[in-house]
């Protein structure tokens, strides 16, 4: 594996302990998606473990860095993750992978396993949700703390997301990005893992166009990453773009990693069948001595070495107490946003947040779209819905309540968009809003 300065021995041993995870937990259970989970096992590891800002022993604080998998058919890839760093998932929850009643369900479920951000299995719909999020965060800290300069808000994060090529085909994750790039959200970093392999076999039977060259079209920012002359993911140059990534603050990133399904099986590896499908006894043994474990042992994790991963508390413990510093001097300059966080969190409307609801006299025709703008809009703070008209965008305006969609305001893309908002944090986008109408056009 190519160095970099904080990558150890250990960290190789991790990242083979958790390639072999993934082979032994889909092989105990005879279902389930190793190949996968065991390419982007340094992948996920280095993100966890150096990028992500979190902290495993709370997994609802609101200063955190968000991460979906939209990949979810790879739930591995994130179950690996949460045992290691610490999130109550343990060897056994492992061993269930994929039974009735387990933390481990197939696909990664919201509200289920602590650290689990999104539910995520049907392809492209993650990136779509990744950007609501990314949205809601650009709403947080416009509507708590505006003044701050970008990037220095106690409320910045980043939304991270690992996808596939599946991930990228669907349409829904194209309108997501074409919004993302327009709205400058650049508080999102996609990795893209081009395995060229899916469920069916080379994604080039159906899918040969230059992802990157779409994704710059979009207006993000786009970095690729070879893979490694073995084939391994080149972990340095991985981390150097993840690095540029989070600094890239105007722009959504992609990184668009080029990587070998089921590396280093001598036989599964580059195959459709190491998607879905268990690796077979002996595939898995010949598995674990290309990797420098012993193929005799099953679900294998030495004490030191979970120890080593686990480590990760050390550095969330120094992250929280930075970031609670912040906070409590935060909280002390902005008493009224403090307030408003804590109404916020705790789900509750405005006292008389009904009061200027506005009543519309029978007989007199109103087109339900204005109708339902005003409804909304009550309260002479706001942003008015109607300025949509004009085809501008607002949400990139502090405070500001509306999201211009555009033309496909009523497109599969607004649903996981509109989820993403309230699984960010407390906001919740009024169902009316995903119906207004196609604006008129846009400024030049
Ligand atoms: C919208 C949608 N259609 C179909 C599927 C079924 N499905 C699950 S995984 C997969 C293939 C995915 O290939 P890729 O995204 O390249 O993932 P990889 O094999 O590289 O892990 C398909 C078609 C799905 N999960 N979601
Ligand atoms: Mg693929």
Known sequence: MSPISDWSEMDDLVVAHARALAADAVQKVGNGHPGT???????????????????????????????????????????????????????KDLQEFRTW?????????????????????????????AVGMAMAARYERGLLDPQSPLGNSVFDHSIWVICSDGDLQEGVSAEASSLAGTQELGSLNVIYDDNRISIEGDTHNAFTED???????????????????????????????????????TKPSLIRMKSVI????????????????????????????????????????????????????????KMRKEWDKKFASWQSSNPEQAKLLERLRAKALPAGWDSDIPIFAPGKDVATRAASGDTRQGGSEDLHCAQRAA??????????????????????????????????AAFRPSALARRHQPTAGRPS
């Open 37 to 91: 989970a065991m390419s982007l096992a340094p992948v996920a590891y280095r993100l966890f473990q150096r990028h992500l800002v979190h902290d495993p022993s709370d997994p609802q604080w609101i200063g955190r860095d968000r991460f979906i998998l939209s990949c979810g058919h790879s739930s591995l890839t994130l179950y690996t993750q949460l045992f290691l760093s610490g999130y109550g998932l343990e060897m």
């Open 101 to 129: 009643g387990s933390l481990t369900p197939g696909h990664p479920e919201f509200g289920h396993t602590a650290g689990v951000e999104m539910t995520t299995g049907p392809l492209g719909q993650g990136v779509a949700t």
């Open 211 to 249: 992802v990157s060259a779409r994704y710059r079209a979009y207006g993000w920012h786009v970095i690729e990453v070879a893979a490694a002359s073995n084939g391994n993911v080149d972990i340095a140059a991985l981390d150097a773009a993840m690095v540029a990534a989070k600094k890239e603050i």
């Open 262 to 317: 089921a590396w280093p099986a001598p036989k599964a590896q580059g195959t459709a069948g190491s998607h879905g499908s268990a690796l077979g006894d002996e595939e898995i043994a010949a598995t674990k001595v290309a990797l420098g474990l012993n193929p005799e042992e099953k679900f294998a994790m030495p004490a030191e070495v979970l120890a080593h991963a686990r480590l990760l508390k050390d550095r969330a413990a």
């Open 391 to 424: 085809g501008r965008a607002l949400f990139d305006q502090p405070g500001a309540r509306c999201r211009d969609c555009g033309c496909p305001s009523s497109g599969p893309a607004n649903a996981p968009m509109d989820h993403g908002g309230p699984a960010h």
